[in-house]
């Protein structure tokens, strides 16, 4: 049974940082690409980043060079460094890999 669980979400202020985990379990990690997928009130789902089992990295206009996926299949997880954040980066922000989702965390950019 696959489960991911994010984790780091919080409040932070209009230029600050926050570091998101995704941490995976059954399924073998080390040969899926994983994604990080974010929705805000009122909006569809969008995808923010993807990373393939190769590290190769792909990313949504709106976060290029302030967002940064990165894998560790030794700790089964992905993390999403968020820098130089966004009133418009507020949303709860899910972690996926095949078909499954975690159940979120939510992110607000505000002062």
């Known amino acids: 049974q696959v489960q991911l669980v994010e984790s780091g979400g919080g409040l932070v202020q209009p230029g600050g940082s926050l570091r998101l985990s995704c941490a995976a379990s059954g399924i073998i990690f080390s040969t899926n690409a994983l994604g990080w997928y974010r929705q805000a009130p009122g909006k569809q789902r969008e995808l923010v980043a993807t990373?393939?089992?190769?590290?190769?990295?792909n990313y949504a206009d709106s976060v290029k060079g302030r967002f940064t996926i990165s894998r560790d299949n030794a700790k089964n997880t992905v993390y999403l460094q968020m820098n130089s954040l966004k009133p418009e980066d507020t949303a709860v922000y899910y972690c996926n890999v095949l078909t499954k989702w975690g159940q979120g965390t939510q992110v607000t950019v505000s002062s």
């Open positions: 990373i393939s089992s190769g590290r190769r990295t």
